[in-house]
């Protein structure tokens, strides 16, 4: 039998966050393993061997080593979703692309303008977020707000891989730039209806927290100085 498909990671970061999500919604029980980032073990001579690149999360899967959120969302999906049940990564080649346009709006777009918010805080001992920055980061929340439109999700009235990559980006980005509920009534709702499901606050809310804690906890330490 094979053993649990390994994933390394880190609770507070939103991509682990989008692959805990995606495991949760396949009922896929994973071997989580923590890295800390900040200690630099991702730079590691024995994790550079599993990813080049030194980012989490990345995913053994008996051998099978794949790197980067949205392609391990994509690859879970693909090899663990049930017989006949395609929805999370519809394999009809349409839908597949509007499914892969929002990813790529995530990685392009939402997470990292994130990035540039909440990394200077954690690294570089930043103690102040620029307004710029959040507005930025703002701006990101139209294109969402207009692929709602077409129904509850994403991509039309089912949930996909996109939702739960996208929802662990916006939920950490609303934290630090509010989302307007007169400009974008569409993404409020479809906040809610994700959060609505069984797994999210174990998969994503609690890694979440954590994250915020830690920006906004040392926001207000280095204000007070």
Not at 26 to 52: I, P, Q, T
Not at 114 to 119: G, K
Not at 157 to 167: G, R, V, Y
Request: net charge negative; glycine share 6%; proline share 6%.
């Amino acid at each position: 039998m094979s053993a649990k498909p390994i994933l390394y990671y880190a609770p507070r970061s939103p991509p682990c966050r989008a692959v805990l999500l995606t495991a949760a919604a396949l009922g896929l029980e994973l071997d989580l393993r923590l890295v800390n980032v900040k200690g630099g073990e991702h730079k590691s001579a024995e994790f550079l061997k599993l990813n080049a690149q030194h980012t989490i999360p990345v995913l053994d899967d008996n051998g099978t080593i794949v790197s980067d959120s949205h392609i391990i969302c994509a690859y879970l999906a693909d090899k663990y979703a049930p017989a006949g049940d395609d929805s999370l990564y519809p394999k009809d080649a349409e839908q597949r692309r509007l499914v892969d346009a929002r990813l790529y709006y995530d990685c392009g777009h939402l997470f990292p303008r994130i990035r540039f918010i909440v990394e200077p805080v954690i690294y570089f001992g930043v103690g102040e977020v620029p307004a710029d920055r959040v507005a930025y980061l703002q701006k990101a929340y139209d294109g969402l707000e207009h692929c709602l439109a077409g129904g509850d999700y994403l991509v039309g009235d089912k949930l996909t891989i996109a939702d739960l990559s996208c929802i662990a980006s916006v939920s950490t980005a609303e934290a630090f730039a509010p989302i307007d509920p007169e400009q974008f009534p569409r993404l409020v709702e479809w906040v809610k209806r994700i959060q609505a499901l069984p797994y999210y606050q174990k998969n994503n809310q609690e890694g979440l927290d954590m994250l915020v804690g830690l920006v906004k906890g040392l926001l207000a330490e280095r204000q007070q100085k």
